[in-house]
């Protein structure tokens, strides 16, 4: 499942031979990577310069406030373009994202010399390396840092006597996580509120669901995709393959359903990614009926998120919202979205909170060691995909002395985060040569 | 990259810097040979380096016997330029030594990128560990700062909050300097009941009914989210769901009606409540017209109260309600205290026993700033009403369901009464889950047209 699949003919193709004619090499090649990403908008590496041609420049240009101009004919029409400096296309990208738009960016893939060299017609050679969608982004300058930016994959498997099944798999490839469940279709609208994606996938036909369908038009941005994605023959096969294991029983206990949906969700991953794959935790299971069923009124009338008037100041969270860490605050809204029902599960994190509370000496020192802390699983995930940059080498340098740090502290908060003392230890022996670096 | 952290790139880096003394060096030295103190060595990216002189010495480089070592590349309007050989050669030198201090560091982040990715299973764990530590902090900052308690959570149908307060409010009105009055509230099944108690809550519009309402609804909330709570003290058995409601907005966005968003969100709890549930209600019903809301408030409670049996805050202003307590065991008539000041309400905040007995509508629409002769009218047509109402004695009984009752004898009283009873025709004649949010506001301005002017 890769990015250029079989090519469709491109319309020229059928055209009377003196207007085919007429078609640029550029122009063909244009035609054709586009007609490989059908759904989005085609941003078209030239020199220092995205371009967008068709139709995509009149959107383009609509939504960003760009001056729409021509580029040459196409069978006897002016082409429609307009374009983004390369330098500042991380703003452009963020507002058409945000537009709820999806972007392929298309590179020059060799330096124009050797194409020179090829001979006079020849066109550098381009190839996508990268979608952009709103559930699937790592850079920060496009992503919320005190919010989860989620992929959600809904499979479902209908049964013949009513009481049909949501198969659910979300994913934040800025942070690894990655988690499944299953509920009945009455529970969607309140699991949906409760994950809020950024984007979702789902088959053509829940698409079009006269139940289901409407419930799923109103998230933020909904991509149908063909049935191979939700193919549950190929699924464990699939996951296997992104994880690189021979099967998927060691990672995780998943039921056909789930699976089906955690296959979809990677392997439209590895389609947006176009073949770097962001390393993702295991996928987590949640079992049902482990949190507190919220509906999507109940959310909005307790302002827990958003104020009625949709603003985050004013709502609950960002009344208790003391965090000194993106990651923190991420992970209070997480749990602001979901409490829990097992009563041992909140007293272990009663019991966290008032020792805290017990030793303010602790607790302050523990929040200026924090402070300190940069985003390491954002940082993490865009070295992982070759976005990275120096920065978050140096993020992940920091975050590794606040780890020592804290370790140092560690008699103090025994039992609240072993795994932070377990991983502390751990990388402690790597910090000395990783830290001298920068 | 640090200095002394790979010895190649140190290497490198000197030499690539050694190269630039080598060229202010040989700067000097054109200058001392050719007795030009000008003279300079510069740098662009069509020359590379060259030697530039101003054009009244440019002659005497271009003469032997100094043409031998420069030769001549450009002349400008006020310079001259040349390059010799020796320049070329560190030229090549130094842009070499660039490149490779360049690709010599991309190794080195490849490498230490490598490096992170393959320790990646350790740093996220501790990144994951740094939120949750940033999370437990931050909770035991705010439970100190805000004085908030521990909450007892157990499998139990229990919910006992006292001295509770909303997190929001309290901290918008802390800013003004003013303070929370703190109210309790028991939900717990009583001395031999199996199930949770439905609180009835009357009282006028903004004493608070609906800041009480949400404000154990986030309690339980946030104890079950593992956090300190804002009350005194608090008991709260697992709450499974949560339904919080309030008789809606319009939502013009879908073209449903206000009535109709209320019954379609009523019926789901209805439907989905259970006996470990969490129900608040406020003023559901109130979006229709008076007998059939009233009636649906009604049958909502009997059910909620024998068939879902959850825990429940029900805020109404039907005062008829309150009558329910002696058929319903578990019901619980609470109401939000005022008092009233020269003919002013003022509002106490304080949440006790008992109901309200009128709804001080008249009072708040005067802080509304309604003018006065309207406000005048309104009483009179109120003392009015009310004192029909006084011969009927129905309220006591569960089944009857007296209200504004509209009286037989209408006939034999003045004009006023046939203003109001015309109104009140013309509002019973309306059907708003029948109508459309345009229709609704122009029935809404021919009401108003009804009005006596004065």
Same mark, same amino acid.
């Given at each position: 499942?890769?990015?250029?699949?079989?090519?469709?003919?491109?319309?020229?193709?059928?055209?009377?031979?003196?207007?085919?004619?007429?078609?640029?090499?550029?122009?063909?090649?244009?035609?054709?990577?586009?007609?490989?990403?059908?759904?989005?908008?085609?941003?078209?590496?030239?020199?220092?310069?995205?371009?967008?041609?068709?139709?995509?420049?009149?959107?383009?240009? @609509?939504?960003?406030?760009?001056?729409?101009?021509?580029?040459?004919?196409?069978?006897?029409?002016?082409?429609?373009?307009?374009?983004?400096?390369?330098?500042?296309?991380?703003?452009?990208?963020?507002?058409?994202?945000?537009?709820?738009?999806?972007?392929?960016?298309?590179?020059?893939?060799?330096?124009?010399?050797?194409?020179?060299?090829?001979?006079?017609?020849?066109?550098?050679?381009?190839?996508?390396?990268?979608?952009?969608?709103?559930?699937?982004?790592?850079?920060?300058?496009?992503?919320?840092?005190?919010?989860?930016?989620?992929?959600?994959?809904?499979?479902?498997?209908?049964?013949?006597?009513?009481?049909?099944?949501?198969?659910?798999?979300?994913?934040?490839?800025?942070?690894? =996580?990655?988690?499944?469940?299953?509920?009945?279709?009455?529970?969607?609208?309140?699991?949906?509120?409760?994950?809020?994606?950024?984007?979702?996938?789902?088959?053509?036909?829940?698409?079009?669901?006269?139940?289901?369908?409407?419930?799923?038009?109103?998230?933020?941005?909904?991509?149908?995709?063909?049935?191979?994605?939700?193919?549950?023959?190929?699924?464990?096969?699939?996951?296997?393959?992104?994880?690189?294991?021979?099967?998927?029983?060691?990672?995780?206990?998943?039921?056909?359903?789930?699976?089906?949906?955690?296959? *979809?969700?990677?392997?439209?991953?590895?389609?947006?990614?176009?073949?770097?794959?962001?390393?993702?935790?295991?996928?987590?299971?949640?079992?049902?009926?482990?949190?507190?069923?919220?509906?999507?009124?109940?959310?909005?009338?307790?302002?827990?998120?958003?104020?009625?008037?949709?603003?985050?100041?004013?709502?609950?969270?960002?009344?208790?919202?003391?965090?000194?860490?993106?990651?923190?605050?991420?992970?209070?809204?997480?749990?602001? *979205?979901?409490?829990?029902?097992?009563?041992?599960?909140?007293?272990?994190?009663?019991?966290?909170?008032?020792?805290?509370?017990?030793?303010?000496?602790?607790?302050?020192?523990?929040?200026?060691?924090?402070?300190?802390?940069?985003?390491?699983?954002?940082?993490?995930?865009?070295?992982?995909?070759?976005?990275?940059?120096?920065?978050?080498?140096?993020?992940?340098?920091?975050?590794?002395?606040?780890?020592?740090?804290?370790?140092?502290?560690?008699?103090?908060?025994?039992?609240?985060?072993?795994?932070?003392?377990?991983?502390?230890?751990?990388?402690?022996?790597?910090?000395?040569?990783?830290?001298?670096?920068? | 990259?640090?200095?002394?952290?790979?010895?190649?790139?140190?290497?490198?880096?000197?030499?690539?810097?050694?190269?630039?003394?080598?060229?202010?060096?040989?700067?000097?030295?054109?200058?001392?040979?050719?007795?030009?103190?000008?003279? @300079?060595?510069?740098?662009?990216?069509?020359?590379?380096?060259?030697?530039?002189?101003?054009?009244?010495?440019?002659?005497?480089?271009?003469?032997?016997?100094?043409?031998?070592?420069?030769?001549?590349?450009?002349?400008?309007?006020?310079?001259?330029?040349?390059?010799?050989?020796?320049?070329? =050669?560190? =030229?090549?030198?130094?842009?070499?030594?660039?490149?490779?201090?360049?690709?010599?560091?991309?190794?080195?982040?490849?490498?230490?990128?490598?490096?992170?990715?393959?320790?990646?299973?350790?740093?996220?764990?501790?990144?994951?560990?740094?939120?949750?530590?940033?999370?437990?902090?931050?909770?035991?900052?705010?439970?100190?700062?805000?004085?908030?308690?521990?909450?007892?959570?157990?499998?139990?149908?229990?919910?006992?909050?006292?001295?509770?307060?909303?997190?929001?409010?309290?901290?918008?009105?802390?800013?003004?300097?003013?303070?929370?009055?703190?109210?309790?509230?028991?939900?717990?099944?009583?001395?031999?009941?199996?199930?949770?108690?439905?609180?009835?809550?009357?009282?006028?519009?903004?004493?608070? @009914?609906?800041?009480?309402?949400?404000?154990?609804?986030?309690?339980?909330?946030?104890?079950?989210?593992?956090?300190?709570?804002?009350?005194?003290?608090?008991?709260?058995?697992?709450?499974?769901?949560?339904?919080?409601?309030?008789?809606?907005?319009?939502?013009?966005?879908?073209?449903?009606?206000?009535?109709?968003?209320?019954?379609?969100?009523?019926?789901?709890?209805?439907?989905?409540?259970?006996?470990?549930?969490?129900?608040?209600?406020?003023?559901?019903?109130?979006?229709?017209?008076?007998?059939?809301?009233?009636?649906?408030?009604?049958?909502?409670?009997?059910?909620?109260?024998?068939?879902?049996?959850?825990?429940?805050?029900?805020?109404?202003?039907?005062?008829?309600?309150?009558?329910?307590?002696?058929?319903?065991?578990?019901?619980?008539?609470?109401?939000?205290?005022?008092?009233?000041?020269?003919?002013?309400?003022?509002?106490?905040?304080?949440?006790?026993?008992?109901?309200?007995?009128?709804?001080?509508?008249?009072?708040?629409?005067?802080?509304?700033?309604?003018?006065?002769?309207?406000?005048?009218?309104?009483?009179?047509?109120?003392?009015?009403?009310?004192?029909?109402?006084?011969?009927?004695?129905?309220?006591?009984?569960?089944?009857?369901?007296?209200?504004?009752?509209?009286?037989?004898?209408?006939? *034999?009283?003045?004009?006023?009464?046939?203003?109001?009873?015309?109104?009140?025709?013309?509002?019973?004649?309306?059907?708003?889950?029948?109508?459309?949010?345009?229709?609704?506001? =122009?029935?809404?301005?021919?009401?108003?047209?009804?009005?006596?002017?004065?």
């Amino acid at each position: 499942m890769t990015i250029q699949q079989s090519i469709p003919v491109p319309p020229d193709a059928t055209q009377p031979a003196e207007a085919a004619a007429r078609v640029t090499p550029m122009m063909e090649q244009y035609l054709e990577i586009k007609a490989a990403n059908p759904g989005l908008l085609l941003f078209y590496r030239m020199g220092d310069f995205y371009e967008l041609f068709f139709e995509d420049a009149e959107i383009a240009s @609509k939504a960003l406030g760009i001056i729409l101009t021509k580029r040459g004919k196409h069978q006897g029409m002016d082409i429609p373009m307009c374009g983004v400096p390369v330098e500042r296309s991380d703003d452009y990208l963020h507002r058409l994202i945000a537009l709820g738009h999806r972007v392929a960016v298309c590179e020059q893939m060799e330096d124009p010399a050797a194409a020179r060299a090829r001979g006079n017609k020849s066109v550098v050679r381009r190839d996508v390396v990268r979608l952009v969608t709103p559930g699937t982004l790592t850079e920060d300058t496009l992503l919320d840092a005190r919010a989860n930016n989620y992929l959600l994959a809904i499979a479902r498997a209908r049964a013949s006597a009513g009481g049909d099944r949501i198969g659910l798999a979300w994913i934040d490839i800025s942070t690894s =996580e990655f988690i499944v469940t299953e509920c009945s279709t009455g529970e969607l609208a309140a699991t949906l509120s409760r994950i809020n994606p950024n984007e979702a996938i789902v088959t053509d036909a829940l698409y079009g669901d006269p139940e289901l369908g409407p419930l799923l038009r109103e998230l933020p941005a909904v991509t149908p995709l063909t049935r191979d994605f939700f193919d549950s023959a190929t699924a464990e096969r699939r996951l296997c393959d992104y994880f690189a294991v021979a099967t998927m029983d060691g990672l995780s206990a998943m039921s056909r359903l789930e699976a089906t949906a955690a296959a *979809a969700a990677v392997t439209y991953i590895d389609r947006t990614q176009v073949g770097k794959r962001p390393p993702l935790s295991p996928p987590a299971r949640e079992a049902a009926g482990t949190t507190m069923a919220i509906d999507p009124a109940t959310r909005a009338n307790l302002e827990l998120t958003r104020t009625l008037a949709g603003d985050r100041r004013g709502s609950l969270l960002d009344a208790i919202d003391c965090t000194v860490t993106p990651a923190g605050s991420r992970l209070l809204a997480q749990r602001l *979205a979901a409490p829990l029902t097992d009563s041992a599960a909140i007293t272990r994190r009663l019991d966290a909170i008032a020792t805290f509370v017990a030793d303010s000496a602790v607790r302050d020192e523990l929040r200026t060691t924090l402070r300190a802390a940069p985003d390491m699983s954002r940082a993490l995930a865009r070295l992982s995909v070759g976005r990275g940059g120096p920065r978050d080498l140096a993020g992940l340098r920091d975050g590794i002395f606040a780890a020592d740090s804290a370790v140092g502290n560690r008699y103090h908060c025994r039992g609240i985060a072993p795994p932070l003392a377990r991983s502390g230890a751990r990388i402690r022996a790597r910090a000395g040569r990783t830290t001298s670096a920068d | 990259m640090r200095e002394g952290y790979e010895p190649a790139l140190d290497e490198t880096r000197n030499l690539r810097d050694a190269s630039r003394l080598v060229v202010a060096a040989m700067q000097a030295r054109y200058a001392e040979e050719t007795g030009v103190k000008g003279l @300079k060595i510069r740098h662009n990216n069509v020359l590379g380096y060259f030697v530039e002189v101003t054009a009244q010495h440019g002659d005497k480089l271009m003469a032997p016997p100094l043409n031998a070592t420069f030769i001549h590349r450009q002349t400008l309007a006020g310079q001259v330029r040349f390059t010799t050989a020796e320049l070329g =050669e560190i =030229e090549a030198k130094i842009a070499n030594a660039g490149d490779r201090a360049l690709g010599l560091e991309l190794e080195i982040f490849d490498r230490l990128c490598a490096m992170a990715i393959t320790a990646s299973e350790n740093l996220r764990a501790a990144a994951h560990a740094f939120a949750i530590l940033d999370v437990a902090t931050a909770l035991a900052k705010l439970a100190v700062d805000d004085n908030y308690v521990r909450p007892e959570v157990d499998s139990s149908l229990g919910f006992a909050i006292e001295g509770g307060r909303h997190p929001v409010v309290e901290q918008a009105l802390k800013r003004d300097g003013q303070p929370f009055i703190a109210n309790a509230c028991d939900l717990s099944p009583g001395p031999g009941q199996k199930s949770g108690q439905l609180w009835l809550i009357t009282g006028p519009n903004m004493a608070g @009914k609906s800041t009480f309402l949400r404000q154990n609804a986030l309690i339980a909330l946030l104890a079950q989210i593992g956090s300190f709570v804002p009350a005194s003290r608090a008991r709260i058995g697992i709450v499974d769901r949560l339904f919080s409601r309030v008789g809606a907005a319009d939502d013009l966005a879908r073209g449903r009606s206000t009535f109709m968003v209320e019954m379609v969100e009523t019926a789901v709890i209805l439907n989905q409540a259970s006996e470990r549930s969490l129900v608040i209600l406020d003023e559901i019903g109130r979006g229709t017209a008076t007998f059939d809301g009233l009636s649906i408030a009604w049958a909502a409670i009997e059910h909620l109260h024998e068939n879902n049996r959850c825990r429940t805050l029900f805020a109404t202003h039907y005062h008829e309600l309150t009558a329910l307590s002696a058929k319903l065991p578990r019901l619980f008539n609470a109401t939000v205290r005022v008092k009233e000041w020269q003919g002013d309400v003022v509002f106490l905040h304080e949440v006790l026993p008992g109901s309200a007995d009128r709804s001080y509508g008249i009072q708040v629409a005067k802080l509304a700033g309604l003018p006065q002769p309207v406000i005048a009218r309104a009483k009179s047509v109120l003392a009015k009403l009310e004192a029909q109402d006084r011969g009927q004695t129905a309220r006591a009984l569960a089944d009857d369901l007296p209200l504004f009752a509209v009286p037989s004898r209408a006939a *034999a009283e003045p004009a006023p009464r046939s203003e109001a009873e015309q109104l009140i025709e013309a509002v019973k004649a309306l059907h708003p889950d029948e109508m459309s949010p345009r229709e609704a506001l =122009e029935a809404l301005y021919a009401l108003r047209a009804k009005l006596p002017k004065q």
